[in-house]
């Protein structure tokens, strides 16, 4: 991989504005995607923001209109595993 | 037009550079601690040690643990995520450290192959992969044995996969199936294809556990 610059967030209006700012700035949280890409020499962000720290946004909940909310850094794994993703949907499970 | 972005980010209080000793993260005060290339201290336990690197921040966990730790256990295969080599756990879960940024994994509870065993006798996983041959070249057997322990305790936690019937019941290691344990092992490619023994190895782990 070409070299980059880590960083990390602990909060998401920060992210959104250092990403807003910074058009050499990407994401990463699995990096399951961003990392094979980097790797191909795809995507060659300058800097890397972590975003794991940021707090709720892992959360899978079921709401009280019928639906569901899957955090985006909710892993594919957790979801799958979700006691109510298994009951009322459990074609995602 | 970089500079700018870049110093906007370094003097962002909250934005703050991966890994130190205490495995929490140091505020970004000065713009050195954020250069391109530059290397960043990281601690995490590893096998039940801490330990603290200075990595690149394109260090992957993998190279970390090869590379800086001399924990060659953990495999290279592919390099890029399809192999299923270098899996190691992260707090327990399976991950594959070649797609793993090390300098995130700060604080992080790491176990390789060289961690399983305990007080000198095998892991219960390690010893069925012996008994029932579940390896020829052996390339990839501490990919799968990490693979293998880490899926069994999914099983007892109750996790669903590809492979269930009926993902509404809570799923328990009695239902893990040839089918279920080929789905769940789907990540770790056997290029000896030595499959059917490794099926066996996992589900009689798996009955024991």
């Not at chain 1, 019928?66 to 594919?76: E, Q």
């Not at chain 1, 109510?84 to 949907?89: S, T, Y």
């Not at chain 2, 592919?78 to 991950?95: F, K, L, N, Q, S």
Request: glycine share 10%; charged share 25%; hydrophobic share 40%.
């Amino acid at each position: 991989m070409d070299p980059f610059a880590l960083a990390s967030a602990d909060d998401a209006a920060t992210a959104i504005v250092a990403h807003a700012r910074d058009p050499q700035l990407a994401f990463i949280a699995g990096g399951t995607d961003l990392i094979g890409l980097m790797k191909d020499r795809v995507e060659l962000p300058e800097r890397l923001l972590d975003i794991n720290g940021l707090p709720d946004i892992a959360r899978v909940e079921a709401l009280p209109d019928g639906g569901l909310r899957i955090g985006a850094l909710a892993r594919m794994s957790d979801v799958a595993a979700h006691p109510d993703v298994r009951r009322r949907f459990p074609v995602m499970a | 037009m970089s500079n700018t972005t870049k110093r906007d980010l370094d003097n962002t209080a909250t934005v703050r550079v991966a890994g130190d000793a205490a495995g929490e993260i140091l505020d970004v005060h000065a713009e050195h601690a954020v250069t391109q290339g530059g290397r960043v201290r990281v601690s995490m336990t590893v096998n039940g040690r801490v330990r603290v690197m200075t990595v690149e921040p394109r260090t992957t966990l993998l190279d970390a643990l090869r590379e800086e730790l001399g924990l060659t256990g953990t495999k290279k295969g592919c390099d890029r995520g399809e192999c299923g080599a270098c899996t190691v756990h992260v707090e327990g879960r399976r991950v594959l450290s070649c797609m793993t940024v090390a300098a995130m994994q700060g604080g992080k509870r790491i176990t390789t192959i060289e961690g399983l065993e305990w007080d000198g006798n095998l892991h219960p996983v390690q010893a069925a992969f012996i008994e029932h041959d579940g390896f020829q070249c052996g390339f990839c057997t501490s990919g799968q044995i990490m693979s293998g322990v880490a899926m069994i305790e999914e099983a007892k936690a109750g996790w669903p996969s590809a492979a269930t019937a009926d993902v509404r019941s809570l799923f328990t290691v009695a239902d893990l199936s040839d089918a279920e344990i080929r789905e769940r092992m789907s990540g770790n490619l056997c290029r000896c294809a030595c499959y059917p023994n490794i099926v066996d190895a996992v589900a009689e782990a798996a009955a024991r556990s």
